[in-house]
């Protein structure tokens, strides 16, 4: 009777455990920051960007760090996370989304640069239902659009832009778009604008210039 009785407890403690170990399998979602690099991937000099794409100022930035891109492709690290200030800009989740899912199909850079692209900005921003602009990106880009779709809206892009906003939340900063880092340093706005005020190549090449002597 005894040896019944702990056969069936037995059983019973293993199958609670084991419903134990798959709840929270479930409810642990574990995921990586995003790693969207280009330029020299191998460079000891990282500029790191936190960006939102319905932000103003983040729009204005864009073609400026697409030049400093282009002109350090050979010596820096460029990287780009996720930063939507959802409660300011409501289609900068969907943007977010959007560019992950680009990136699915290996096209992230260019989906970001299609949202950052002036007439297309003014667009989807402004517009209360952004999706359709963003499939006719997905489109122009030769993308597999029900691929792009699905993907957009599924449980893993948001796990992802989850973690780039852990992340920044982990530096400590404001939340403010765009937010800069070099090599983990937050840099401030201020060193990055002209005496007008304006996004400039210059002072971005200045602090670069500075980072890459040291190395």
């Not at 970001?112 to 952004?130: E, G, K, R, V």
Request: aromatic residues 12%; charged residues 20%.
């Amino acid at each position: 009777m005894d040896k019944r009785f702990w056969a069936v407890i037995g059983v019973l403690l293993i199958g609670f455990l084991g419903i134990v170990f798959i709840n929270n399998g479930k409810e642990k979602v574990v995921s990586e920051p995003t790693n969207h690099v280009s330029g020299n991937v191998a460079s000891k000099v990282t500029l790191e960007e936190y960006g939102d794409y319905q932000c103003p100022a983040c729009a204005g930035f864009a073609p400026v760090t697409t030049e400093v891109r282009q002109k350090y492709k050979d010596t820096v690290k460029f990287q780009f996370r996720n930063l939507p200030l959802t409660q300011i800009h409501p289609n900068a989740y969907a943007a977010a989304r959007a560019a992950e899912a680009a990136d699915k199909q290996g096209k992230f850079w260019e989906m970001h640069d299609l949202l950052y692209t002036q007439s297309n900005w003014t667009a989807w921003t402004n517009a209360t239902n952004p999706e359709p602009f963003f499939e006719q990106y997905a489109k122009q880009l030769n993308l597999n659009v029900p691929t792009f779709k699905t993907d957009a809206k599924s449980e893993a892009i948001n796990n992802r832009i989850a973690s780039d906003v852990a992340a920044f939340d982990a530096t400590k900063q404001q939340k403010a778009t765009p937010a800069f880092f070099l090599n983990g340093k937050y840099i401030k706005s201020s060193e990055l604008v002209d005496a007008q005020g304006q996004p400039s190549v210059e002072m971005f090449s200045k602090i670069l210039d500075a980072a890459l002597a040291k190395k």
